[in-house]
């Protein structure tokens, strides 16, 4: 079988091909080669590929990139959270598929890509487009596992940085004074404020959650709104985590669980909603009016998460303890987030050293 084997074209020129055998026992046949070393060195290349595992059929190339999503997304769907399934759903519909859909993915090239990203964050902020890029990326990534390509045209490609907003944090007087005028929703300020609970955590929190006996919140569920209904899922981080209270919110969880059975919601909605509806619009602005009542500075409500963070930091807490509390997944990740309110740790730590310094230079002396 080797080869490379002549043959005549209708038009009477020479022409030479190859055969070669897959690792499933089908023949491959490529013709066309005007040379006969030209079709020794693919055959040469060819042979090497499959000995070491690399072969790539050349006709895989072929498969459109809007055929691979199908398989993408539907991979995806079980695997991440609904919100975001629906978020790399959104992703394809409006910038991947318009774009690349009808694309055969073997003739892609990086430089169509980072040239699509560049007009893309033109107009888009960085989030939608590293979404984009993350569902592209994800489509080729699939290719090359399953064999359709060598490589993904979507390595080193450059995206827009995500410039993270100033925070603004409230004090502890600040967050009593935004529950007070929050009404019926006072114990839920105080809960976001000071234990740091995610909204879809809070919304998901059932009274067998609440540990009136240790001072602490058991985060098992969230509940999140994906497309006008209300989904519930593990926590983002997928690990459920004890949160701890400060008695006074305690003894506001306590009144609010009166009369509540073990499986009942700490926190619900009004009339027929089952689960708290979303605070701008399903819950008649009631947090925009608490806001403007109390006087404290404008944030969102998971800006008390940050709130939560930042009081707990000033009061003492290890960045260990921190990340516990917020559900991150290493202590890194909540240096990296809150690393402004660890900028007064850097004196004390300078202080410190110093105190060690004079009393080491004391008994020299």
């Not at 992703?91 to 859909?101: D, I, Q, S």
Request: glycine residues 8%; proline residues 4%; positive net charge.
């Amino acid at each position: 079988m080797p080869g490379p084997y002549a043959y005549q074209t209708r038009e009477g020129e020479r022409r030479y091909y190859v055969k070669y055998r897959l690792p499933d026992h089908t023949q491959k046949t490529k013709r066309g080669f005007k040379r006969k070393k030209d079709a020794q060195d693919y055959l040469a290349r060819v042979t090497i590929d499959l000995n070491d595992g690399n072969y790539v059929d050349p006709r895989a190339g072929l498969a459109r990139v809007d055929m691979l999503a199908k398989t993408f997304l539907t991979g995806k769907k079980g695997a991440v959270k609904p919100k975001y399934y629906t978020d790399l759903e959104s992703a394809w519909e409006n910038h991947v598929k318009p774009k690349w859909g009808a694309r055969e993915i073997g003739v892609i090239r990086r430089s169509e890509i980072q040239s699509w990203i560049s007009q893309l964050s033109e107009h888009r902020s960085a989030s939608v487009v590293q979404r984009a890029h993350t569902v592209l990326k994800g489509i080729f990534e699939m290719a090359v596992s399953d064999g359709l390509l060598r490589e993904s045209p979507c390595k080193n490609i450059e995206l827009p940085k995500k410039i993270r907003k100033p925070r603004t944090y409230l004090n502890e007087k600040q967050v009593l004074d935004l529950a007070c005028a929050s009404g019926e929703h006072a114990t839920l300020i105080l809960v976001l404020g000071f234990c740091g609970l995610r909204m879809g955590e809070a919304r998901g929190l059932r009274v067998r959650c609440v540990d009136f006996v240790h001072g602490r919140l058991n985060v098992e569920k969230s509940v999140t709104r994906v497309n006008r209904e209300y989904v519930e899922s593990e926590p983002k981080t997928w690990e459920m985590r004890s949160v701890p209270v400060p008695a006074y919110v305690m003894a506001q969880l306590s009144e609010q669980c009166r009369g509540k059975g073990p499986d009942d919601l700490v926190f619900t909605g009004r009339g027929r909603d089952r689960y708290l509806g979303e605070y701008r619009k399903g819950a008649y602005g009631w947090y925009s009016r608490a806001l403007a009542s109390s006087g404290v500075p404008a944030l969102t409500m998971h800006d008390l998460r940050h709130t939560a963070a930042s009081i707990a930091i000033h009061s003492g807490a290890n960045v260990k303890a921190v990340q516990r509390m917020l559900g991150h997944k290493t202590a890194a990740m909540t240096l990296d987030t809150y690393a402004d309110l660890f900028d007064s740790d850097l004196d004390v730590v300078a202080n410190q050293v110093n105190e060690l310094i004079l009393n080491a230079s004391s008994k020299t002396r």
